[in-house]
T-cell receptor, first 109, second 114 residues
Framework: DAKTTQPNSMESNEEEPVHLPCNHS???????IHWYRQLPSQGPEYVIH???SNVNNRMASLAIAEDRKSSTLILHRATLRDAAVYYC??????????FGKGTLLTVNP | SQTIHQWPATLVQPVGSPLSLECTVE??????LYWYRQAAGRGLQLLFY??????ISSEVPQNLSASRPQDRQFILSSKKLLLSDSGFYLC?????????????FGPGTRLTVL
């Protein structure tokens, strides 16, 4: 699986938007960009995924660069419950999800 | 709706003892099933995946084995636990046949080997 690069940690204030970046310069044309998050002592939770176009769901938005070499997960209004490790993963035509170290998001009240 | 169960939630076992962790999925048929391990302070590592009954693929050679005796049941086992087997074990499922489909994770089993 192609590699992704994320900042180790980010900090946000409650009720403010959060933009979590991910670089994936070696992405192939068939790789989907998936985002998961893991709250403390819990299993990962699916957040969103996309291929080429920007995507929105009830949890977040995913903005994908035109060349697909980077993407940004957008939490429109961070809450304390959004504090978690966020993983950006490239998913190709196999069954693997290769988790990196992710970004630890801290949300300040 | 689909749900995934894992048990036990926590487990403390001595070195050299056997292990059996169980995962079951409800509300779906013929799911793909996965076992992951997360060592303390590290990322998730895929251990096994299964696309059907009796079909197991191993990702990492190790002290563990997996079995799928029923369509929605996935078991992780060991004959003799090592200290290095300690970690957070997660079971996940995804829709059948769609390798790009979303994976849904269970609550996990925290295993401590002493």
């Amino acid at each position: 699986d192609a590699k992704t690069t994320q900042p180790n940690s980010m900090e946000s204030n409650e009720e403010e938007p959060v933009h979590l970046p991910c670089n994936h310069s070696t992405i192939s044309g068939t790789d989907y960009i998936h985002w998961y998050r893991q709250l403390p002592s819990q299993g990962p939770e699916y957040v969103i995924h996309g291929l080429t176009s920007n995507v929105n769901n009830r949890m977040a938005s995913l903005a994908i660069a035109e060349d697909r070499k980077s993407s940004t997960l957008i939490l429109h209004r961070a809450t304390l419950r959004d504090a978690a490790v966020y993983y950006c993963i490239l998913r190709g035509s196999n069954y693997k999800l290769t988790f990196g170290k992710g970004t630890l998001l801290t949300v300040n009240p | 709706s689909q749900t995934i169960h894992q048990w036990p939630a926590t487990l403390v076992q001595p070195v050299g003892s056997p292990l059996s962790l169980e995962c079951t999925v409800e509300g779906t048929s013929n799911p793909n099933l996965y076992w992951y391990r997360q060592a303390a302070g590290r990322g998730l590592q895929l251990l096994f995946y299964s696309v059907g009954i009796g079909q197991i693929s191993s990702e990492v050679p190790q002290n563990l084995s997996a079995s799928r005796p029923q369509d929605r049941q996935f078991i992780l086992s060991s004959k003799k636990l090592l200290l290095s087997d300690s970690g957070f074990y997660l079971c996940a499922w995804s829709g059948a046949g769609l390798s790009t489909d979303t994976q849904y994770f269970g609550p996990g089993t925290r295993l401590t080997v002493l």
